[in-house]
């Protein structure tokens, strides 16, 4: 897997049906580092995305990825975003 998903991203199950191969993954709760200062907590998830991903072993791969959002004590919310590295290229 990417660098990006293995730091940033824990699996929390898999699900094997038929020849489709199901990894749910949930992002971490690593605060964004442009947002340290801002005593941010956990606010729960973004909707599940769900990523058609290359085959492994002749089986279809599919990528559930919930996004977590953070809130700060005025309740505004705040989340990483993930178009953009911290050497300013796409992923």
Same mark, same amino acid.
């Given at each position: 897997?990417?660098?990006? #998903?293995? @730091? ?19 992002? $971490?709760? #690593?605060?964004?580092?442009?947002? @340290?200062?801002?005593?941010? $907590?956990?606010?729960? =998830?973004? @909707? ?10 002749? !089986? ?8 977590? !959002? ?8 705040? =989340? ?12």
């Amino acid at each position: 897997m990417p660098t990006e #998903i293995v @730091e940033y991203f824990e699996l929390v199950e898999i699900k094997e049906t038929g020849d489709t191969l199901d990894l749910y993954l949930d992002e $971490s709760n #690593i605060a964004p580092a442009e947002y @340290e200062t801002f005593n941010l $907590s956990s606010n729960g =998830f973004y @909707e599940e995305s769900a990523i058609k991903d290359f085959p492994l072993r002749d !089986r279809k791969v599919i990528l559930h990825v919930r996004r977590r !959002r953070w809130i700060d004590s005025k309740g505004k919310s705040y =989340f990483r975003d993930w178009e953009l590295t911290a050497a300013g290229t796409r992923y």
